[in-house]
């Protein structure tokens, strides 16, 4: 018996925790498993083995297929090596979620996480220091976070747990094999998870932004049904136009199933053939060919969404549509204006290219026109939010980024007004106001109103961890890079933001690990190999620094860390000399990098005076310094600390 349907079992869909523990500290554990376990969660621990159980590889297998790692930290555990094995195992795999059980600090290589502290803990599941605790463990598993609703019942034995399971645990010969039935995606790809493959242009090659913007559009419906989990489309992009079978994409996504299809699009109708795969054995569980007049493509839209839904098993869509969860066009930002459509995808088609500032501002007019057809679609303001970001951060006017960022709040305020639950609406907002305004408080409503919305956007995910990650937020920011990454495996932007995350804290060895997944992706990605070299400085290994700068193809980053490196080489010379170029090719668009060079100079007085300067054009850089290791050689000076207080960055 290998599934949960064979072995009589529902499926059991709940966050799971492994939990470490050393065995003196086994009562207060076993209240910690009592109020994990009533806050909605599954607990493996080692008293589910079973006499006659191989200790080492059942609980290996469990680490490896926990949705977070949980570790007691105490006086007894920090000298446990078992106890900081798994503890290594939860920090490598993005998951670990650190608690202080007497208050205890984590041992050395552990204490840039966030240590919930439960010293006057009660045993009570409601409490806040707990619950900060169960809402790190929902970030992980991607689930919303649901508050306890009964009281704390008695601490678990390994009888009740096994008993409380039914008699098919005995069937299935063991604590670990409950364990793996319990958990439906520890083995194989959960059911309702699915990707979906750029469809293929068969007409004009004009025509294929349609093609590819159609299929994004799909996922994107497909994705606001909170019961499906859907591949991230720069993961599913990997594939378009790739004959790699079925078998091995589900397996690279690590998705159940695989929706490819194909648009031919004339002046009078447009066919699109779809093919809904099961990635287990490349069969075909549905397909179908749809005609539709050009001016039908938003119904089409919708249809093949729900006709999918349905396919991968009705109860998913009628639970999701009975619970209101589903979406429809009014409630996620769609539009029922064709030609607003094609100007929206011709728009996502040019920024999503990034191929210039030309194009970015391309895409740019190409939404206004969008806008311009229907001034509620939601979809196209949120867009045009992020685009007119975009322009902002490339333009070296400091007038003009002023400007440009007004609009983007502008745009995602609208975003927001016409589609109240359109979680890139938020995130749009969010990420404008942080930047533009440098307002990470002002910013803080409209990122947790994305994460709650977004739980299946990967990129709202990513752009809410890094948030999180430079307000000293380590387990949100944890937990949402960790379900970025889970929905875009291959996204090498999702891994660089992974790196910047373990950067901000001090955690080298991970950073490095996360740039090069990253460059393994895309090795011309910018700023990864910038901050691996500044990883390699901080550790002492100058050469090999110098080696990850010079591949940096973003140059005033390039030069700043050129700058660092050959000062801590002896190598004044070629040290000023990238700094004088530094100056007098980026001047005032790079005082915050020029403060990072000062500052590891030595030079602090004139670090913290660029640092006012970069204040005074409004340097989105100076969003990093709360966090930035480049900056500890000043932060403990008395000014610097009153400048990020001044600027509402403390």
Request: aromatic share 6%.
């Amino acid at each position: 018996m290998d599934s949960v349907k064979d072995s009589g079992l529902a499926p059991d869909n709940r966050p799971s925790v492994f939990l470490s523990y050393a065995r003196a500290d086994q009562k207060r554990a076993l209240s910690v498993i009592a109020a994990l376990e009533q806050s909605g969660l599954r607990v493996w621990w080692d008293g589910l083995l079973e006499g006659g159980d191989t200790f080492l590889p059942t609980t290996e297998a469990a680490l490896e297929s926990a949705d977070a790692v949980m570790v007691l930290w105490s006086k007894t555990s920090v000298d446990s090596h078992w106890v900081r094995d798994e503890a290594t195992r939860g920090r490598e795999r993005g998951c670990l979620v650190p608690i202080s059980l007497d208050g205890t600090h984590a041992p050395l290589g552990f204490r840039q996480f966030q240590l919930i502290d439960l010293t006057k803990w009660r045993g009570k599941a409601d409490a806040a220091e707990f619950q900060a605790a169960v809402r790190a463990v929902h970030g992980f598993a991607g689930q919303p976070h649901r508050a306890p609703s009964k009281p704390a019942g008695k601490a678990p034995t390994r009888r009740s747990v096994l008993i409380g399971a039914g008699s098919a645990a005995v069937a299935l010969g063991g604590g670990y094999a409950l364990w793996r039935a319990l958990m439906p995606g520890a083995a194989k790809a959960s059911e309702n998870t699915i990707a979906v493959i750029p469809f293929s242009n068969l007409g004009d090659e004009s025509q294929a932004y349609f093609s590819a913007g159609l299929s994004e559009e799909l996922r994107a419906t497909l994705s606001r049904n909170q019961m499906l989990r859907i591949a991230a489309p720069t993961s599913s992009a990997e594939f378009r136009g790739n004959d790699q079978d079925v078998l091995t994409i589900a397996k690279r996504l690590g998705v159940a199933h695989v929706l490819r299809g194909s648009v031919r699009s004339g002046s009078e109708l447009i066919r699109v053939s779809v093919e809904l795969l099961n990635g287990r054995d490349a069969r075909v569980d549905w397909s179908e060919t749809i005609d539709r007049k050009p001016s039908d493509v938003l119904a089409m839209q919708t249809e093949i969404a729900a006709i999918v839904s349905r396919a991968l098993a009705n109860e998913i869509n009628a639970q999701a549509v009975a619970e209101g969860r589903s979406g429809d066009l009014a409630q996620i930002g769609g539009t029922k204006n064709a030609g607003a459509f094609d100007a929206y995808l011709r728009g996502k088609a040019l920024a999503e290219s990034s191929a210039s500032e030309e194009t970015d501002r391309a895409a740019l007019a190409q939404f206004d026109a969008a806008i311009k057809l229907d001034g509620n679609y939601a979809s196209a303001l949120a867009a045009r939010s992020k685009v007119l970001a975009v322009i902002a951060n490339e333009t070296s006017r400091i007038d003009e980024a002023r400007l440009f960022y007004d609009r983007a709040i502008a745009s995602a305020e609208a975003a927001v007004n016409a589609a109240p639950k359109l979680a890139e609406a938020y995130s749009a907002l969010g990420y404008a106001i942080y930047n533009g305004r440098l307002d990470p408080k002002a910013a803080r409503q409209s990122y947790e109103r994305s994460r709650e919305l977004g739980e299946g956007d990967a990129d709202v995910l990513r752009t809410f961890a890094l948030y999180c990650a430079y307000t000293e937020r380590a387990l949100d920011a944890d937990a949402a890079i960790a379900s970025s990454i889970a929905l875009d495996p291959l996204n090498p932007g999702a891994f660089r933001a992974a790196g910047h995350i373990a950067f901000a804290r001090r955690d080298y060895d991970l950073t490095e690990a996360r740039m090069r997944q990253a460059l393994e992706l895309n090795p011309k990605l910018s700023a990864a190999n910038a901050t691996l070299g500044s990883a390699m400085f901080l550790t002492g290994r100058n050469q090999e620094a110098l080696k990850a700068y010079a591949a940096e193809p973003t140059a005033f980053i390039r030069l700043s860390g050129e700058a660092i490196v050959q000062a801590r080489l002896g190598n004044k010379p070629a040290a000023e000399a990238a700094f004088n170029e530094l100056l007098s090719d980026y001047g005032a668009a790079s005082k915050y990098q020029q403060a990072q060079v000062l500052a590891q100079w030595g030079q602090g007085p004139q670090a913290l005076e660029r640092l006012r300067e970069a204040a005074a054009v409004r340097d989105s850089g100076l969003l990093l310094a709360r966090a930035d290791p480049l900056l500890d050689p000043i932060r403990t000076l008395p000014e610097f600390s009153q400048l990020l207080s001044k600027m509402g960055l403390s």
